[in-house]
């Protein structure tokens, strides 16, 4: 699911979107390849070209092909390998700009052999007027991919078309269309890492607010919600014969008295620090750690009951030594924990088991506290 860098550094954010415009680039031109030889098709046909000059053209058309097929090919990497990446748009850089240099070869073949007509010449403009728009307007991920296809494509027809003292009046034309193409591709360029920054703000956005969704605010492990829904998962899975788990339920005892004689803003403290020490007891990936609510936590435990409980008493014990450090104040805390492993025969679902290891809390409460009881 994680596949935005949300608050990441910027190592990570580069990578970010140098994969997003390496799959931008591939997608926008994977079968533009194919533009040229429908293109060349269309004026060879026009033309004639196929009987005053068969083997050029069946060369160029087969040059189109594989340039078309090439582009097609060059699938880019995994977004997440950066180096592969950036390989990809070095090699990227080259191939773009064969097409639009081999159309250019064949623009320059037909302005300058007699054998086409002005017919065909005008039609074969209109297509290099069209690609080069296409490039500026479409291709912009990397404005000098843009720029160099663009350029490719148009300067050479430009440069023999005001070579040529009968065109100077589409000379101009086609000149005054350049400097319109340089303005597009500055706009969509700038549109487009726009677009990207605005992609980026709103994954981070999601990405954040789905993890708050998960958080409990005041400790930052995980809230009921997602605590249920990985209960339930779990449950589900082990039903269908998946892996087992335990669940362990913990309770601070009289934390009351902890609000009553030191106030709230200790008793939050205290709820943290008391976090903090699960987190470490218990740490993931074996372990999920969420906060239920009040003054409980829930531990979803990936392995048998034996040693869950184990783990239970030792965290027990550890705190029911010592005294808890909490803002400058060294409180006497202990806890009382539920424990149990899922039996989908005994427990049926997710619930079943909740309910148990609930009754095995309570019982451990109504035993005497600072003690850890097992379910059935
Ligand atoms: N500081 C603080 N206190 C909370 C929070 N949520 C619940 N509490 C307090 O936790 C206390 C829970 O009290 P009780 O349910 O009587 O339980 P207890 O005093 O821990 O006693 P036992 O559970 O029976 O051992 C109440 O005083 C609540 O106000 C919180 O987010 N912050």
Redesign the pocket.
């Known amino acids: 699911m994680k596949t935005t860098p949300a608050l990441a550094g910027r190592e990570e954010l580069r990578a970010w979107r140098l994969s997003q415009v390496v799959r931008d680039t591939y997608d926008r031109s994977k079968f533009a390849g194919f533009l040229y030889l429908f293109g060349w098709a269309v004026v060879a046909w026009l033309a004639g070209a196929q009987d005053f000059a068969p083997m050029p053209t069946l060369a160029m058309a087969g040059g189109f092909l594989l340039l078309g097929v090439l582009r097609l090919r060059l699938r880019p990497p995994p977004p997440e390998d950066a180096d592969a990446n950036r390989r990809w748009l070095r090699h990227y850089a080259w191939v773009l700009p064969l097409a639009p240099l081999a159309w250019s070869g064949v623009q320059g073949w037909m302005l300058l052999d007699p054998r086409f007509s002005e017919q065909v010449r005008m039609v074969s403009l209109i297509a290099t007027i069209g690609y080069a728009t296409v490039f500026v307007n479409v291709y912009t991920t990397v404005r000098s991919f843009a720029a160099v296809g663009a350029g490719a494509l148009f300067l050479p027809a430009l440069a023999l078309l005001w070579s040529q003292p009968s065109q100077r009046a589409l000379a101009v034309a086609m000149s005054f269309y350049a400097l319109y193409l340089v303005g597009a591709l500055l706009r969509t360029h700038a549109e487009y890492r726009r677009r990207l920054d605005l992609d980026l703000a709103l994954r981070q956005q999601r990405d954040l607010y789905e993890g708050l969704s998960r958080t409990d605010a ?1 400790t930052g492990v995980h809230n009921r919600r997602h605590f249920t829904a990985r209960l339930d998962a779990l449950a589900q899975a082990a039903g269908q014969g998946g892996p087992g788990f335990t669940l362990l339920i913990l ?10 004689r030191h ?6 403290a ?2 943290k620090a008391i976090a903090d020490r699960l987190q470490r007891a218990f740490p993931p990936p074996r372990a999920l750690l969420a906060r239920l ?4 936590f829930g531990v979803l435990f990936d392995g048998p009951e034996p040693e869950a409980r184990q783990a239970a008493e030792a965290f027990r014990h550890a705190l029911a030594s010592g005294l808890l450090d909490v803002e400058g104040q060294r409180l006497p805390v202990t806890v ?1 924990i539920g424990v149990g492993g899922f039996d989908p025969v005994r427990h049926g679902d997710a619930d079943g088991l909740y309910r148990a290891v609930d009754a095995a809390l309570y019982a451990a ?1 109504a035993d005497g ?1 600072d003690r850890v009881a097992v379910g059935g």
């Open positions: 005041l309770d601070i005892d009289h934390f009351k008295h902890v609000n009553d106030g709230h803003a200790v008793g939050d205290c709820l609510g009040g003054e409980e009382s409460k506290r």
